[in-house]
């Protein structure tokens, strides 16, 4: 056959048809349609469940702003210029334990306003018809729901249960305590008016409404942990901008969009007026430095006036001479140059005792200057040494000092140390020379001063003395105004660009769009895993195409469902598909017959692999197609281990080929006659114990001898091939053999034996019939009618009990969600 010879290699086995694989996903139709629809519930479900999270920001700009009235040289607050990390540490700032207490002691953050929602305690920040004024100094109730219900336009009653061990934990914010307080009621409920104080052993505060009360609306009060409220708002989110290297962004999420609003809003007001008191910081100090020189200045001015006064009234002297007055100008401002440099020589001495005994470096404990500094130099060491000084203490406020940074950001600063204490060695040698060459031209001018009269000689002293007295008067003087005006006129470094505000914005979480279409995409792909793994699992037969491309026996026909009660479909209902299957076989299987003279009587044996398949179906449609056709037709009941022919001629099993087999009975008293013209039966009888060795005796070959004298048809129902030998000693009698296969049961394995006896030319003259195949199944088209028949769902193995069909509730609905075949 042409079948056998393509039989030896599986042609199209592993090419892939597109198009019938499309069909199969799309017979899964209802199942994609359950799980999307599913998949909209449950998101639906989430977008309402899970809390909605929000993000707010604000932008700010950090930029060092000098007041435009003063120059750098003369701007006592800011001589020293600005940062060059200033935005790094404003980052540490706004993320430092220290700077986030200030903010939610400010906002009263530990306080929390909830109310029951849909589906958990809501925070109600900002959305409550009320406000708590909370007395500090006083323990509140720690961490437990206060219930605040509006019993009026202006009553509400306050009521909370205490713990059942009868010790109950109250917090002070003042000193961030924690104390216990034993209580032997279990409850608190009191009525009050908005202008009561609520003064108690456990609470402390008063309310204030900011809107009318509804009668009946509840809210819960919570007093929290201080530090945690910190902590949990220590998460704000600080990026520099792009393309903007002064400006950065600051980002909170939550579920509250006021909280997060006062929150962000508040953090930059004190960012601000920190940032301004920190910059004033040098100028304040600066200034009461030089009120205290200016103060004594001023007295040591007063009396060189008056001791000016009193010499030139005793001495009668009040002017000097041409002479006098040349050594007195070149004297004076010798003398003036050389105390600017003494002076500045002792603020190098005391700029390095301050280097040398300090590991802090800020401008709270930085030697003032009462002079501009000459060296630039000098100014940017200190600047960058204050800078990153600052920015360690604050880095040490989050991390361990054995951190990389601050271990990397102690390195650069001991660099700068030590450049700053060369460069102050450098300027002390410099100024000692200076002092010497000061020091050898004033004494030049004291010789020539030694040659004026005794009298003009004490003018020229006290005159100098109050000149540069007086001097350096003005000079404090013009430095205080100075001091005093940068105070005055600070610019804050801190300036916003955007507020946070709540804008309508929508939450980033749940996304309400983007979880229906998560549900959507899980809805096909669940499914489409599920229908791939299925099909790889899958290892069952599903069309005549299948079995003609992988075996070597060829099909016969196919067979659709039988919907009737029992297997007479032929006799019962002739006008049904499955009757018009019967009669295609009738014809097809002449072919079989071939080898066989027309007149000859012809014997059809039908098996199949497994029990399950159908094949006491097809035997008995066969045998009354036969049988209808006018031809005498026997149909025997070989399959003695598990008989059931009987039960659809609706007879007893008492009496059968096992009685004959043993000699109880003589052939004719086990035939018997059918409501089907020309058709006997002669059914299987009792279950023997040795059915393959009854099988197997003289007795069979003499039964089948005396058939085909008396039958045209002699139809023989065996026991399956693949679980017993039965069948294959029963081939000897067959002028054709029909193999049953059941479309979605039988496995491809099973008929890998018989297709190897055939292409062995063991067994010849056989044909594959599919069963139970429908046009509706996920597997294509082709062949047959409908959906199949068989011994019921159960195992494979071959048993003596009847498979119930019995369906709960899941099985109907997974049925529901399988195709259908």
């Known amino acids: 056959m042409s079948n056998q010879s393509k039989g030896i290699h599986t042609s199209t086995a592993g090419n892939i048809d597109v198009k019938d694989y499309v069909y199969k996903v799309l017979a899964y139709w209802k199942l994609f349609l359950v799980t999307i629809v599913i998949g909209l519930i449950v998101a639906k479900f989430m977008n309402g469940y899970m809390k909605e999270i929000y993000t707010l920001d604000t932008v700010i700009s950090v930029k060092e702003e000098n007041n435009p009235l003063f120059s750098t040289g003369t701007n006592i607050a800011f001589n020293w210029g600005g940062s060059s990390d200033e935005l790094e540490t404003v980052k540490v700032i706004l993320k430092s334990r220290s700077h986030n207490e200030i903010v939610v002691k400010r906002l009263n953050f530990y306080i929390n306003y909830l109310q029951e929602g849909r589906f958990r305690i809501e925070d109600k920040y900002g959305y409550t018809p009320f406000i708590v004024n909370l007395n500090t100094s006083k323990p509140q109730l720690y961490n437990k729901l206060i219930a605040i219900e509006f019993t009026g336009d202006e009553t509400f009653k306050i009521s909370f249960d205490f713990n059942e061990s009868g010790s109950n934990s109250l917090i002070n914010y003042d000193t961030n305590s924690i104390v216990n307080l034993p209580s032997k009621e279990l409850s608190f409920s009191k009525e009050y008016h908005i202008r009561d104080t609520i003064n108690t052993p456990f609470l402390h505060f008063s309310i204030k409404q900011v809107s009318p009360f509804k009668i009946g609306e509840k809210y819960f009060l919570q007093f929290t942990s201080f530090d945690g409220t910190v902590g949990a708002n220590r998460n704000i989110n600080v990026s520099s901008i792009t393309n903007a290297a002064s400006m950065l962004r600051l980002s909170q999420q939550g579920g509250n969009k006021k909280r997060i609003e006062d929150y962000l809003n508040a953090t930059v007001k004190v960012l601000d007026s920190v940032k301004q008191i920190q910059k004033i910081e040098y100028a304040v100090k600066t200034q009461a430095y030089i009120d205290t020189l ?482 509706k199944s996920k597997y294509g088209y082709g062949y047959g009618y409908g959906y199949g028949y068989g011994y019921g769902y159960g195992k494979y193995s071959y048993g003596y009990h009847e498979n119930e069909d019995k369906k709960g509730f899941f099985s109907k609905l997974f049925g529901f969600l399988k195709p259908k075949k």
Do not use: C, W
């Not at 010798?334 to 470096?361: A, F, M, P, T």
């Not at 361990?400 to 660099?415: A, F, G, L």
């Open 294 to 775: 200016f103060i004594a200045e001023e007295k040591k001015l007063r009396k060189l006036e008056k001791d000016l006064g009193n010499y030139r009234e005793t001495n009668n002297i009040f002017d000097l001479s041409t002479q006098g007055t040349e050594i007195f100008g070149e004297t004076f401002t010798l003398e003036k140059e050389k105390q600017q440099i003494v002076s500045y020589n002792d603020y190098l001495k005391n700029l390095r005792g301050y280097l040398k005994s300090n590991y802090k470096y800020n401008r709270d404990n930085l030697v003032p200057a009462s002079l501009a500094l000459e060296d630039p130099k000098i100014s940017e060491l200190i600047n960058n040494l204050v800078t990153k000084s600052s920015f360690r203490e604050s880095l040490r406020n989050m991390v361990k000092d054995n951190h990389p940074d601050v271990i990397q950001i102690s390195r650069e600063i001991q660099i700068i140390k030590n450049n700053l204490l060369e460069n102050i060695s450098s300027l002390e040698r410099v100024n000692s020379n200076r002092l010497r060459k000061l020091n050898s031209n004033l004494s030049i001018y004291k010789s020539k001063k030694k040659k004026l009269p005794k009298k003009e000689q004490g003018l020229i002293s006290f005159q100098r003395d109050y000149e540069i007295s007086e001097t350096n008067y003005s000079y404090l003087k013009q430095k205080r105004y100075e001091a005093g005006t940068a105070i005055a006129a600070n610019v804050s470094d801190v300036k916003i660009i955007d507020t946070a505000k709540d804008l309508g914005q929508g939450p980033n979480y749940p996304l309400p769009s983007f979880n229906y279409l998560i549900a959507i995409m899980l809805g096909t792909i669940l499914p489409l895993f599920y229908i791939i793994i299925r099909e790889l699992l899958d290892n069952k037969i599903h069309t005549a195409e299948e079995i003609q491309n992988n075996y070597a026996i060829p099909v016969l026909g196919v067979v659709g469902k039988n919907t009737g009660k029992n297997n007479l479909a032929v006799f019962e209902r002739p006008k049904s598909s499955v009757s018009e299957s019967f009669r295609a076989l009738r014809s097809n299987i002449q072919f079989l017959f071939k080898n066989t003279n027309e007149d000859e009587s012809k014997t059809l044996i039908l098996t199949s692999s497994v029990s399950g398949e159908g094949k006491t179906m097809v035997s008995i449609n066969m045998a009354t197609v036969f049988a209808l056709s006018g031809k005498k037709t026997v149909l025997l009941g070989l399959d003695l281990r598990k008989p059931k022919i009987y039960d659809d001629f609706d007879l007893p099993n008492d009496v059968g080929i096992v009685n004959y087999l043993i000699k109880q009975k003589t052939l004719k008293e086990v035939i018997t006659p059918t409501k089907i013209p020309n058709l006997d039966l002669i059914l299987s009888g009792p279950i023997p114990p040795n059915p393959s060795e009854l099988l197997l005796n003289n007795a069979a070959d003499e039964m089948i001898r005396q058939l085909k004298k008396e039958y045209d048809y002699i139809i023989i129902d065996t026991p399956p091939v693949g679980l017993v030998s039965d069948a294959l000693e029963l081939f000897k009698y067959s002028d054709a053999v029909i193999y049953v296969v059941r479309q979605n049961y039988t496995e491809r394995g099973m008929m890998k034996m018989i297709d190897d006896k055939y292409r062995n030319k063991e067994v010849t003259n056989i044909s594959y019939v599919l069963n139970d195949f429908s046009i």
